[in-house]
C-alpha cells in the first residue's frame, strides 16, 4: 500500500497522564465508578396536536432512554397536555433525557418532579373471585374499589404510589390474578408552584 | 424551464423594502399563501421536483417573478442543493418534493442537514386530507418518516394557517441552533380557498434559544484559560453557523492560543496561521492530534464531540478541563463532560469569556511545543516516478490556482479526507462537506446549490468515483443552468476508503470495493452537455485544471490516480488521537 506520512511512532509520543470513563468525565484511571442508575419522574408541558406522542416516543426509543411509565392527558388549557414520563438511567442520562426532551419544538417545558411529588398510578386487577370476602378484605385494606364482581372473577381498581400497588397486587396473589392493566403515573410538584409553566424553557 | 427564470437571469437588487418590488398578486389559495410565505421569508431559490401533490404549489410559482425554481434530477439533489445553499448563505435553503417518493427522497438530504446543523426547509406534497390513513397512491406518513431527521416537521391542516406554518417553519430552520424544518402539504390544502396573507416568518412564542452564558461560569472558564498552560480552542462548525469567526480569531490572536477546528469548522480559522493547527479527528493533523490529547485546558465553541472527532472518550483530552460553549444545551456533557458548560451564542459567549480574562495565559513553551509538532508530523507526501498520480498533487494544485473564497464541495471517502488536508481553507463558508451522515454523492448537487447561491465565485467539487456516480444525473442541471463549476473525480476505481478498512481491518479482503468496470468520466460529462477532461499524469495537471476554469460551464475532470494510495495519519475508529498511525503497520 502507497502513502503514509512521516513522523515519531506512536509510542514515542508524548503521552497525557489522565484518563476518562465512558460518561467523558474525567476520572482517577486508579478508581474507576460508574455512575449510578437512578429512577426520575419527568413532567412534559407540551403542545395538544396530532404526532406529539409518537415524536417523544420516537426521540426516547431512537436515544436509547429506558421509559419506565408514560403518561398524557389534557391540561386546563385545551392546547396543551401533559405528559409524566418515569425514566431510569445512570445520572447523565436523566439530565439529557430531559434536555432532548427540551428541544423538541413541540415540548413547551419539562421538570424534573422531586421525590416529595404527589404522584398516582391507577392499576385495574382482575382476580380469581373463589374467595370473595378475602379478596373484599384486601380491597379495603388498601382503599381499593370492586368494579366488577362475577362468580368467578372479581375486578378491583386501585390507586396510590408504586409500592402500596406492589404491595397489593403482591397480597392478591394468592387468590390467583388473572389480568392487570396499570396506567403509569401521573404526578404533580407539591404545594402551590405549577409544575410546568408555558413560556419557560428550563433549560440549564 | 423557461428562459425568464435561469438564475443568471435573475436581477440581484432584492434588498428593498418588503413588499414593494416584490410585489404580488393577492393569495387565492393555500399555496398563494405558501408562496407569498416564502417571499416574506425573502427566499429567491427553490431546488424541487414536480409530482402531483405538489402541483399546486408549483401552479402559484407559474407567473411568479422573484421566485426562481431549479428543477432537480432527484428529490436528493434538491435536498443537497438547499443544504449547500444554506451553507454558503446562512439563511435556509428550499427543497420541495412531491408526497410519497418525492419525500422519502428527500430523507437522505434532511437527515444530512440535521446532523450537519444545515438550515433547509422542505415542503412536501401530501396525498388530500380524506384519504391521508388510507394507502392512497403515493401516500407516505411523511411526517412519520421524516420526524426523526429534522428540527420541527408539520402537517398542515388549514389553507387559513398553511402559510403560517411555513413561515414558522422556515424561521424555525434559521434560528437558534440551525436545521431542517419540513412542512407537508395536503393537496386540499393548498387548493383550498383563503385570503389569508402570511405574517411575517417568526418562531413560536414558546420558543427562546439562549444568547448570553452564565456571567459566574464565565468568570470561572476565563479563569482556567487564563491559567493554563496548554490551551487550545477547538472551534466547531456552530462557530461558522453563528457568524462567529470574527471573534474567534480576534480571541486567539489576542491570547495567542492554539486553534483546532472540527471538520465542519474549517474555515472559521485560516489554516495559514501559525496559530492554526488545522483540524483533528480521525484523519486529522498529527499536530491537532497531539496537540487535543495533550493539552490541559480547552475551550470548545459550537462542537457536539462526535466520535469521529473525539475518536475513544476515555482517551480524549484526558488532562483537559473542558470548557463547553454550545447554543444547544443538549450537547453540553452529551459525548464529553463540560466543567464549564456555556450555553449560549457563540459570537456573544467569545465577547462574554474575553471580557472576563482576568490575564493572559503564559503560553510560549506550549506554542513552540504545537510548532514542534508541525515539524516532526508534516503533511508531505512522495510522488515517486514509478507510482502512479497522487490525489494530494492535484488538491494542492487546483488549490494554487484559485482565489481564497473558493467554494470546496465534495462527495465521502478517501478523496474527501485528502480535499481537507490538501486545499488549505481560511474563510467561512468555503468548505462545504457532509460531515455527520457521511452521503456519498453530495458533492455534486452541493455544488449546484453552491454556486446559486455565490455566482460570482469559483465553486469546486472533488468527487470520487463512487460518489459521483451516486448523484451523476445532477450534471443535467448544472448544463442546463449554465453553472460554471468544476467536478473532479479522484478516480481510484473504487470505493476506495471501505478498501482501505479492508486491507486495514480485515486482512485485505476486499469484498464490494473494487470496480471492475467504471465509465469514462470525462465522456459521460461530454453526454450530458459538459465539458470533459482527463488527467493521467503530472504534467498534464496544471494545464488541464487551467482549461477546466477557462471553461464558462460546467466540467468534469477524470483524474485517473494511484489506486493504492491511502490516507493518513489515521485514528482507528473509538482508537486514541494521540497514538494516530502514519501508516498501514502503525494501525
Ligand atoms: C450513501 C453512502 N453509502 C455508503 C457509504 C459508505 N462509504 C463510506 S466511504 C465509501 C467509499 C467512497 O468511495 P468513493 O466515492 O469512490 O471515494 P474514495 O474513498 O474512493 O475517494 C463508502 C462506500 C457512504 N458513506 N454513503
Redo the contacts with the bound molecule.
Keep these: 500500500m502507497s502513502g503514509g506520512l512521516e513522523g515519531p511512532a506512536p509510542e514515542e509520543r508524548m503521552r497525557p497522564e489522565g484518563r476518562r470513563n465512558s460518561q467523558g468525565i474525567r476520572i482517577d484511571p486508579e478508581v474507576e465508578a460508574e455512575p449510578n442508575t437512578r429512577q426520575a419522574v419527568l413532567s412534559a408541558y407540551v403542545e395538544h396536536r396530532p404526532g406529539v406522542l409518537a415524536e417523544i416516543s420516537g426521540l426516547f426509543s431512537r436515544r436509547q432512554f429506558n421509559i419506565e411509565s408514560l403518561t398524557v392527558g389534557p391540561t386546563v388549557d385545551e392546547n396543551r397536555a401533559r405528559m409524566t414520563i418515569v425514566v431510569e438511567e445512570p445520572e447523565p442520562g436523566i439530565e439529557q433525557a430531559k434536555k432532548q426532551l427540551e428541544k423538541l419544538i413541540s415540548v413547551i417545558s419539562v421538570r424534573e418532579l422531586e421525590p416529595d411529588a404527589v404522584q398516582r398510578e391507577l392499576v385495574l386487577v382482575k382476580v380469581n373471585g373463589e374467595e370473595p370476602d378475602k379478596v373484599q378484605a384486601i380491597t379495603e385494606m388498601y382503599d381499593g374499589q370492586t368494579l366488577d364482581a362475577g362468580p368467578r372473577t372479581i375486578t378491583v381498581q386501585l390507586t396510590g404510589d408504586e409500592q402500596k400497588i406492589d404491595d397489593a397486587l403482591d397480597a392478591y396473589r394468592q387468590f390467583g390474578i388473572r389480568e392487570i392493566a396499570r396506567t403509569g403515573y401521573a404526578a404533580l410538584t407539591r404545594g402551590e408552584q405549577t409544575t410546568a409553566k408555558e413560556n419557560v424553557r428550563t433549560a440549564d | 424551464m423557461s428562459e425568464r427564470a435561469t438564475p443568471t437571469s435573475k436581477p440581484a437588487d432584492t434588498d428593498d423594502a418588503e413588499g414593494e418590488k416584490r410585489d404580488r398578486k393577492p393569495v387565492e389559495t393555500g399555496a398563494d399563501s405558501v408562496v407569498a410565505a416564502l417571499k416574506n421569508a425573502g427566499v429567491e431559490y427553490l431546488f424541487g421536483v414536480q409530482g402531483g401533490a405538489i402541483m399546486p404549489v408549483y401552479d402559484a410559482l407559474y407567473e411568479d417573478e422573484d421566485l426562481t425554481h431549479v428543477t432537480m434530477a432527484h428529490e436528493q439533489g434538491a435536498a443537497h442543493a438547499a443544504d449547500a445553499f444554506g451553507i454558503v448563505t446562512g439563511d435556509p435553503g428550499v427543497c420541495m418534493a412531491t408526497s410519497g417518493p418525492g419525500a422519502t427522497n428527500l430523507v ?1 438530504g434532511l437527515a444530512d442537514a440535521s446532523m450537519d446543523s444545515d438550515p433547509v426547509i422542505a415542503l412536501t406534497g401530501q396525498v388530500p386530507t380524506e384519504f391521508v390513513g388510507n394507502d392512497a397512491f403515493q401516500e407516505t406518513d411523511t411526517i412519520g418518516v421524516t420526524a426523526p431527521v429534522t428540527k420541527a416537521s408539520f402537517f398542515a391542516s388549514d389553507p387559513d394557517v398553511v402559510g403560517d406554518d411555513v413561515g414558522t417553519a422556515w424561521a424555525l430552520a434559521n434560528e437558534g441552533r440551525q436545521g431542517p424544518t419540513l412542512v407537508d402539504l395536503p393537496k386540499d390544502v393548498t387548493q383550498g380557498e383563503t385570503d389569508h396573507e402570511p405574517g411575517q416568518p417568526r418562531t413560536p412564542d414558546t420558543y427562546t434559544p439562549p444568547e448570553r452564558a452564565d456571567e459566574t461560569v464565565v468568570e470561572a472558564a476565563a479563569e482556567v484559560l487564563a491559567n493554563s498552560e496548554r490551551p487550545v480552542i477547538l472551534a466547531g462548525g456552530g462557530v461558522i453557523k453563528g457568524e462567529a469567526s470574527a471573534e474567534l480569531r480576534a480571541f486567539a490572536y489576542e491570547y495567542e492560543i492554539p486553534v483546532i477546528t472540527t471538520m465542519p469548522g474549517i474555515g472559521s480559522f485560516p489554516e495559514d496561521h501559525d496559530l492554526s493547527l488545522e483540524w483533528a479527528g480521525m484523519h486529522g493533523t498529527g499536530y491537532a492530534n497531539m496537540a487535543i490529547t495533550n493539552c490541559d485546558a480547552m475551550f470548545a465553541i459550537g462542537t457536539r464531540f462526535d466520535d469521529r472527532l473525539t475518536g475513544g472518550i476515555e482517551s480524549f483530552a484526558p488532562d483537559a478541563e473542558i470548557i463547553h460553549c454550545d447554543i444547544d444545551p443538549a450537547e453540553i456533557s452529551k459525548n464529553v463532560h463540560a466543567d464549564y458548560p456555556l450555553i449560549g451564542d457563540a459570537a456573544i459567549v467569545i465577547e462574554q469569556v474575553d471580557a472576563a480574562m482576568p490575564g493572559r495565559p503564559d503560553v510560549d513553551e506550549w506554542c513552540e511545543q504545537c510548532q514542534q509538532w508541525k515539524t516532526e508530523y508534516p503533511m508531505d507526501y512522495k510522488t515517486p516516478d514509478d507510482e502512479p498520480l497522487k ?1 494530494q498533487y492535484v488538491v494542492e494544485k487546483f488549490d494554487e490556482a484559485t482565489p481564497a473564497d473558493t467554494i470546496v464541495t465534495t ?8 480535499a481537507c488536508q490538501y486545499w488549505t481553507y481560511t474563510e467561512p463558508r468555503t468548505w462545504v462537506s ?1 460531515h455527520g ?5 453530495y458533492g455534486l448537487p452541493a455544488a449546484i446549490g453552491a454556486k446559486i447561491a455565490a455566482p460570482d465565485r469559483e465553486v469546486v467539487c472533488f ?8 448523484t451523476s444525473q445532477e450534471l443535467s442541471v448544472a448544463v442546463r443552468e449554465e453553472l460554471d463549476i468544476t467536478v473532479v473525480v ?3 476505481e ?7 478498512w479492508q486491507d486495514g481491518f480485515y486482512e485485505g479482503r476486499r469484498m464490494a ?1 473494487e470496480y471492475p468496470w467504471i465509465p469514462q468520466f470525462d465522456m459521460l460529462a461530454e453526454a450530458f452537455g459538459a465539458r470533459g477532461f482527463r488527467i493521467e499524469e503530472y504534467d498534464e495537471v496544471e494545464e488541464t485544471i487551467a482549461e477546466a476554469r477557462a471553461y464558462d460551464g460546467p466540467s468534469v475532470i477524470d483524474v485517473l490516480i494511484d489506486p493504492a494510495e491511502n ?1 493518513y495519519p489515521m485514528v482507528a475508529s473509538g482508537g486514541d488521537n494521540g497514538l494516530f498511525a502514519l501508516s498501514e503497520d502503525q494501525l
Design positions: 437522505t490525489p462527495g465521502v471517502g478517501q478523496h474527501q479526507m485528502w457532509s451522515l457521511g452521503t456519498m454523492g468527487d470520487g468515483d463512487g460518489s459521483f456516480l451516486m479522484l478516480n481510484n473504487a470505493v476506495g476508503m471501505v478498501r482501505q470495493s490516507v
